[in-house]
């Protein structure tokens, strides 16, 4: 099984654009209201070839969840290597932005791509809500070993990134007046001769230095170097990015390479929190800066740095704290040549280097003014000649050119004496603040414990459902045959139950319809019977039709006589007159005729018409002439039609 490539739209930035990564950091905090991912990536090692078994050019795409999910363009996007390879270096700074409320269930994505083919080779998921603000974590990204050929070959890859969670103001811990601690890093004063790389710096707090140089010594890993936690994917454990409070070591934090070789510059901010101790003054506490070439970062395995080219150490003690308050404006200071120890570096004059440094105690949680090139040149500077007898030696031996006659520096001391009074409560006041810091340190272990507990819950309760999970899927491993076996049949048994069920659907449908015909089959029967007397009447009605047309027929038919009968009486009637008005004059005329004796009218002849002839006449003509008046008083008759039957 070859490994699936994703498309990416995302292109790398130009060269000349990761240059601005190289420009002082002006503010630590994110925008109101948001949180700031910043991500370095430094480099890679084993990384997958192309689909096509080519080596990749790859960059690095740093994007959320939630623009991954939405297939929104990355602005977070490193700049591509100058040539195809596996081992890449970037040292590239990028940073995405979210807002504060998402950042519990946002996920920061780290994405390797080839530039050529566009493909992602690989990708890694950090949750944001594991990581603790301003604390910046080395992380070595591994993915877990998987059956596979594509899984092994990513499985050996290793991705280094330093990763840092900013907020929109620094979290202030019970006990303390400050917030944090910040350190601005100049460069070098005089130019070198003997270096020919640029240079890193590693700066760290410790609370107690001498303890540090004796773990250095046993080469303890946190101590020496830039500590790694090693991140395992796809499952990071959540412990992996606790932080444990007061460390013997510090927060190492590691700026970027300063240059040109023979004067190396950073103009870099290091921030260093309140949590950590850091605003901490003590007799023992002490920043530590140790300078590597940075040819040292290139393809280790694992990615650690070797020995260092020197360590510069400025003690913090309690004095330097009031020094510090003791100015107007930032409460800062300033150290102009901070010497460069335990080095083989050397100046043009054949001395060791010295570097300008400056820093400053923040006590608002929201602080506008960071330490810059320009505002970090007034504050007020300190003399490292005067380190050793006014503030307490830290037993490092300092450079030959930082060490002065006895008389220079018991005139320093006299005048830093003078400018600095003793108080006559000192040491009343020195236990108050050791009681005020081991108060403060007890708070924060209780708090430091309770997170952890809480965290060691989390843990357990991930490691109790991996653990149910797996024991889950090796009791399905062992009973894979007898659940195939019970699938089969809970199987059949489906098809039966939906054989039998469609079975009793078909009863079930063929009862209804027999209730329905039956239903049907009465309505039927009632509608015949109650059909029966109208069909009756109707062919009542119909054979009174019948008569009706056949005394129709009939009284047209004696109409016809009548008429018949009329004219032969007119005809009779007229023969009667003609011999009157054919009579000799004289006789008188008669306007009717003159009826015998008999009442019975006269023939033609003169002779009367016979008696029964004559009331028969009359009698069938009476008789018609009501017969037709009582047929013109009768009302139509009402035909009814039957009704059609339903069909079945």
Known sequence: MGRKKKKVAESPEEPLNTVQSMEPITSHLSPSNKETIMVTLHGATHLPTCKDGSEPWPYVVVKTTSEDTKNQNAKAVTSVTSEPTTAPIWGDTVKVELQAEDAGREDVILKVVDNKKKEELLSYQIPIKYLRVFHPYHFELVKAAQSGKAEEATAKTHLYATVVRKGSFFPRYIGSNHTALEVFLRGVNEPLVNNCDPMVVIARVVPNYNDFKVNQIKQDAASVGLPITRLSFPNPSVMRFDVPRGSQNGCPQLSKPGGPPELPSWNQSFLFQGRDGATNFSEDTALVLEYYSSTSMKGGEPWTLSKPLGVSVLPLKSRLYRKMLAGKGLSGLRVERLPITDTKLKTINGEAPTVDISFQLLSSENPENFLTPNNSQVLPILDPKILDEKLGTIRESWSKATVSSTMESSTSTAQEAEEEPQSPKMPHEMELNNYRR???????????????????????????????????????????????????????????????????????????????????????????????????????????????????????????????????????????????????????????????????????????????????????????????????????????????????
């Open 438 to 648: 081991a108060m403060q340190k007890m708070a924060e272990d209780i708090l430091s414990l309770r997170k952890q507990t809480s965290m060691l819950e989390a843990e357990n309760r991930m490691l109790r459902s991996q653990l149910t999970q797996e024991e889950g899927e090796e009791e399905q491993d062992n009973s894979n045959a007898q659940k195939l076996d019970e699938v089969s049949m809970k199987q059949k048994l489906v098809l039966s139950e939906l054989d039998m069920k469609k079975l009793r659907d078909k009863v079930q449908y063929l009862q209804n319809e027999l209730i329905r015909k039956n239903d049907r089959e009465k309505e039927l029967l009632l509608l015949h019977q109650a059909q029966q007397p109208q069909a009756t009447l109707l062919k009542r009605y119909q054979d009174k039709l019948q008569k009706m047309k056949a005394l129709e027929e009939t009284v047209r038919h004696q109409e016809k006589v009548i008429e018949r009968m009329e004219r032969v009486l007119e005809d009779k009637l007229r023969d009667w007159r003609e011999p009157l008005l054919n009579r000799p004059q004289g006789k008188p005329p008669m306007a009717f005729p003159v009826l015998p004796a008999s009442g019975l009218p006269l023939g033609t002849a003169g002779e009367p018409l016979p008696a029964d002839l004559y009331s028969a006449l009359l009698a069938e003509n009476s008789r018609l002439r009501a017969e037709l008046e009582k047929n013109r008083h009768q009302p139509a008759p009402i035909i009814l039609q039957q009704q059609a039957l339903p069909p079945l």
